[in-house]
């Protein structure tokens, strides 16, 4: 006879679900021991694990520990769990929630009387359900792209963060007692596992993926999994006027220095290496004391990624001379500067324009054409006493 299920009529009224397996079988004699008694009534004794996870499949089956040689038919029911399918003497059980469940076995002889009873207490176990933190999120997300990932994975967002290319981030799993942490990193450089955290050294532009799987003390599994999109970090980069020779550049006490950026970036933070700061895209500054300042311009682009250039600064004790000039002049127009730096010898140049009188004295006259970069610079070299 092939084993059926059915569910009884009264199952809407009951507060779980009861489903019956019914399975024949021929029942043996298995003498417990030599005093028993081969007519008593069969003994059930269900076998499988009574600790189990949220969402396992489990085993149970039948041992027979003495009985009759009649046909036999069993009686499945389960509380707080599903019946997935049976195979006489064995069924198999979902456990869908954690919590308390229990097994129940009827065993009765070929008149439907009930020869015996049993029944086992499952304890379910709540599956970890793990979260990935991390020390550097963006702003910025992108779509899941299936050329990389399998769009059948769940993630823990429905899109891709964002992370620079060649930055080090780190990923935290919140730390529960009794548990152990697996990591799995695609698309890095390179990663380094440390229990509930993993610090990854990401490479090149692409994608990337970064899976945690938590085991608790019971051998329940739970995994998180985190869509990494790997983008282009800017280049900070910056000239100066004067210019930087080799990253150096040796200025005078009070001189102004004229900083340009050339990364494009929208956001640009000066750190004139004084205590003085700047936003601006081109600032200048003046430094009043003489000493070895480092200049890093930090830029920023809209997902957050960053890069640094810096130059050093070297400040002589000798004050530079003034001048004194027009700051803004329109496209062809003419300008004079001066300084009152009575000196011996006076060298001016114009970066952007050109000199048409005064080279040599205190005051010089510039023609300044179109700069090509909008902006020009008069600059004055001076010996004096």
Known sequence: MRPTSFIPAHTQ???????????????????????????????PNIGGDTIVCEGEVVSYSENILSGNPDDCFLEWDVQNGVIQQQFATEVDILWPNAGSGKVYLTIKDSTGAVKNEDSVAVTIVATPDPIINTDFRTVCKKPIRSEYVDPNDSFVDDSCWVVCDSSTVTYTAPLNGGSSYDWIVNGARSY????????????????????????????????????????????????????????????????????????????????FGDGNTSALRNPKHTYDDAGTFHVNQIVTNECGCKDTSQITVVVDPLVAPDITCISTICENDTATYTTSADCNNYNWSATGGTIIHGQNRSSVTVDWGAPSA????????AECD
Request: aromatic content about 10%.
């Open 13 to 43: 009224d009951n507060v779980f679900l009861k489903l019956f397996v019914i399975g024949t079988f021929l029942c043996t004699i298995s003498l417990a021991t030599s005093s028993q008694n081969p007519n008593d009534a069969t003994i």
């Open 374 to 381: 909008g902006y020009g610079v008069i600059t004055l070299e």
């Open 192 to 271: 380094t596992e440390n229990g509930n955290q993993v610090t990854v050294h990401w490479g090149d532009v692409g994608s990337g993926l970064v899976k945690v799987i938590e085991t608790d003390s019971n051998g329940c599994e739970g995994e998180a999994k985190l869509c990494l999109e790997v983008i282009e970090s800017p280049d900070a980069g910056f000239t100066t006027q004067p210019s930087a020779t080799a990253g150096t550049l040796n200025v005078c006490k009070e001189q102004t220095v004229y900083f340009f950026d050339q990364s494009g970036v929208k956001d640009v933070f000066w750190d």
